[in-house]
């Protein structure tokens, strides 16, 4: 799971190398999402770091330099300000960042879009949302679905800029993408478990 502000995860009693943390505190995030594929995608775009460069230090590959910690941490610890990501980071990290010049540090915030408003009023966005977020799908796929109000629902994705067109009838996630926070993700995640939970008989 992801941090949440004004709470550490420092690495047991024991000294640990700041491989060691950024590597724990990546396997924690991804352990929040079932799709680890769309987990690692995620962090990519609200970092701005390559997916490839996520999965090197998850295998405690390489060492992050200052502005990847903080880009990093920066999302672990759903912070609106380099002073909230010190407070709330371990402390192994913080004693790495405090020695940063955070003028320097190019500022990650939530996007200015209430993407969690969007889909409590209407959960089939969600739905497709996720569902986008894996793989491409074909806009016949959410017809048979969803009928008609999926394709309108896929629509409103579009106009929002959060999906794309990427072939004829396909379409998957665009760049831009919301925050994705811990109450947007529970409201995702129940509302995916409500619809393909199985009743018992």
Do not use: W
Request: hydrophobic letters at 35%.
């Amino acid at each position: 799971m992801m941090l949440e502000k004004n709470e550490t995860l420092n690495c047991s009693k024991m000294v640990c190398s700041i491989e060691e943390q950024v590597a724990r505190d990546l396997e924690n995030y991804l352990n929040f999402f079932p799709n680890k594929t769309f987990a690692f995608r995620n962090l990519s775009k609200e970092t701005g770091l390559n997916e490839k460069t996520l999965r090197r230090l998850i295998k405690r590959e390489n060492t992050p330099s200052n502005q990847t910690l903080f880009k990093l941490y920066f999302v672990f610890t759903q912070s609106n300000s380099e002073k909230e990501v010190l407070d709330s980071c371990p402390t192994i990290i913080k004693e790495r960042l405090s020695e940063f010049e955070l003028d320097s540090f190019e500022k990650i915030t939530p996007k200015n879009f209430d993407f969690l408003e969007v889909i409590q009023s209407d959960p089939i966005i969600g739905e497709i949302y996720l569902m986008l977020a894996t793989k491409k799908v074909d806009l016949s796929y959410i017809l048979y679905h969803y009928g008609k109000y999926g394709s309108r629902a896929l629509e409103k994705l579009v106009s929002l800029k959060l999906a794309c067109q990427v072939e004829n009838g396909l379409y998957t996630l665009s760049k831009k993408q919301p925050f994705l926070n811990a109450s947007l993700l529970k409201v995702l995640g129940l509302r995916m478990t409500k619809s393909y939970m199985k009743t018992e008989s």
